[in-house]
């Protein structure tokens, strides 16, 4: 049975080759790093221009940044809220 190895964040690779650049002995392994996959989404074409009035509207460099934006900025209220939510239910399972 294979056991699969950890894939290391961007800051763990980091931490991992700062902490052994000065020991040759640690270079005789090679590393691979593999990039995050992207994934796409498809917007109905009335939405995409919309979208693409409010980017330019809020002088974003480009469509992506300014949906990556608005997507971080709704995904922290939601997270916010389930927290709030999970928070008042143990509060009423403790009583």
């Given at each position: 049975m294979k056991t699969k190895r950890k894939v290391m964040t961007q800051e763990e690779t980091d931490r991992f080759v700062i902490a052994r650049a000065d020991n040759d002995s640690a270079w005789e392994k090679p590393?691979?790093?593999?990039?995050?996959?992207?994934?796409?989404?498809?917007?109905?074409?009335?939405?995409?221009?919309?979208?693409?009035?409010?980017?330019?509207?809020?002088?974003?460099?480009?469509?992506?940044?300014?949906?990556?934006?608005?997507?971080?900025?709704?995904?922290?209220i939601e997270e916010a809220a389930f927290a709030g939510s999970k928070k008042e239910l143990l509060a009423r399972n403790i009583r």
């Open positions: 590393m691979s790093v593999r990039k995050a996959k992207s994934k796409t989404v498809m917007l109905p074409s009335d939405l995409a221009d919309q979208a693409a009035f409010f980017a330019r509207l809020h002088r974003e460099k480009s469509l992506a940044n300014w949906l990556k934006r608005v997507i971080r900025e709704r995904l922290d």
